[in-house]
T-cell receptor, first 113, second 116 residues
């Protein structure tokens, strides 16, 4: 089945540690996105990539890093520089070039203690 | 950049009643307006979308209306059922033939509760 997979579903890390969240899609989508969701805040864009080996900062990129070495993979690293990393992280993908629908993964809940 | 406001933040209705959620956007260049439903602990799923070349779109019990002049769009759910209970998000973006800069800007969400 085609889809977008995030792993793990739950992640716990100690403060000061970097952590990488996985996102893989087999939909052959060009574009991939990372959003952060906090209660009452909606979804805020962290980074997005429209093509392999290229990505752009979203609205809240500070303290995060990404890579796009393969079309199907877009991992997100939450670094120790992110001041408030505990949140629900959502990855999405879409076709590029004028087609609208974005498909979301099931999310990773990161808790930093 | 785009700014999307969504109201109300919470909505409680009786089963069988209608529910309406409203959103406004700021960027007149936006031309694509999807609505997502998010159940607890899951990722959002697209339920309906509308492009700026139409004013209304319907899919069974769900409809979306768009007023480009006023820059607002609304989600209408008729004959609500308990399984409609979820958080609903509106979003807006500009999609052009060049395909550049496709970024959804989301509203803050509406928690809909349908009481049996």
């Amino acid at each position: 089945d085609g889809g977008i997979t995030q792993s793990p579903k739950y992640l716990f890390r100690k403060e000061g540690q970097n952590v990488t969240l996985s996102c893989e899609q087999n939909l052959n989508h060009d574009a991939m996105y990372w959003y952060r969701q906090d209660p009452g805040q909606g979804l805020r864009l962290i980074y997005y990539s429209q093509i392999v080996n290229d990505f752009q900062k979203g609205d809240i990129a500070e303290g995060y890093s990404v890579s796009r070495e393969k079309k199907e993979s877009f991992p997100l690293t939450v670094t120790s520089a992110q001041k408030n990393p505990t949140a629900f992280y959502l990855c999405a993908s879409s076709l590029n070039r004028g087609v609208g629908e974005a498909f979301f993964g099931q999310g990773t809940r990161l808790t930093v203690v | 950049g785009e700014n999307v406001e969504q109201h109300p933040s919470t909505l409680s209705v009786q089963e069988g009643d209608s529910a309406v959620i409203k959103c406004t956007y700021s960027d007149s260049a936006s031309n694509y307006f999807p609505w997502y439903k998010q159940e607890l602990g899951k990722g959002p799923q697209l339920i309906i979308d509308i492009r700026s070349n139409v004013g209304e779109k319907k899919d069974q019990r769900i409809a979306v209306t768009l007023n480009k002049t006023a820059k607002h769009f609304s989600l209408h759910i008729t004959e609500t059922q308990p399984e409609d209970s979820a958080v609903y998000f509106c979003a807006a973006t500009s999609i052009n033939s060049g395909g550049s800069n496709y970024k959804l800007t989301f509203g803050k969400g509406t928690l809909l509760t349908v009481n049996p």
